[in-house]
């Protein structure tokens, strides 16, 4: 039995690459001031891109509030890098794995050519690409370095997730029931995850609430968020 583990932190970290997005020329303008740092109407519609690519869809078909919420996360990845700044690079061979994870959830992607055609579609390039990722990946082992040694995931903790959450599932989807020793690294990986989530989410909001944030769209003056 495997159990599937989501990471949250992929959408919450590494900050924007600055390309074109979507074959046309975008009149920039500030869309929010972090701590006196400008983020721009193209850093948002890259971002936008960029989880269009993740998420196998047209950045055009975002309703106004994914739009809002690829600007908050845009917004806290630059409180991120003010606390955890990389100072060295991801190895090409961890990057080039995340883009090959990547093409795989667009069919079209099977060929080069296909693929090459996928990212300009997304007003992306796979160089662009590549350097977001390494960031991605770089910041993230940052964010786990400061944050995971104080996850301490008991047995039981394992236990109780097993009993009450794991064995009902199981039971509802027809599965066959799994002695815990089979899922016990499992689960406890799963839990650290969800920990280690919440206390991005704290710090986040943290973050925010000393921060000085101000965007044009829904305020005129500073906001602390």
Request: charged share 25%; glycine share 6%.
């Amino acid at each position: 039995m495997k159990l599937r583990v989501h990471f949250g932190l992929a959408l919450l970290l590494c900050a924007a690459l600055l390309v074109p997005c979507f074959g046309g020329a975008v009149v920039d303008r500030v869309v929010a001031n972090v701590n006196g740092n400008v983020l721009l109407q193209s850093d948002w519609e890259q971002e936008l891109a960029f989880e269009a690519l993740l998420n196998a869809r047209s950045a055009d078909s975002f309703t106004s509030a994914e739009r809002k919420a690829a600007l908050d996360r845009l917004i806290d990845r630059e409180l991120l890098r003010e606390q955890v700044r990389p100072s060295e690079g991801t190895p090409s061979e961890q990057v080039a794995a995340r883009v090959a994870e990547v093409r795989k959830l667009h069919a079209d992607a099977a060929t080069d050519e296909g693929w090459r055609s996928i990212l300009q579609r997304h007003g992306l390039t796979e160089a662009a690409l590549e350097k977001r990722l390494g960031d991605e990946i770089q910041m993230m082992r940052l964010v786990e370095a400061r944050l995971r040694p104080s996850i301490q995931i008991d047995q039981h903790a394992v236990e109780t997730y097993y009993h009450d959450e794991l064995l009902p599932q199981l039971k509802r989807n027809g599965g066959r029931e799994v002695a815990l020793p089979e899922v016990f690294s499992h689960i406890r990986d799963l839990l650290a995850e969800q920990r280690l989530n919440q206390l991005l989410s704290g710090w986040l909001a943290t973050l925010r609430s000393a921060s000085h944030i101000r965007s044009p769209r829904s305020s005129t003056g500073d906001q602390n968020r």
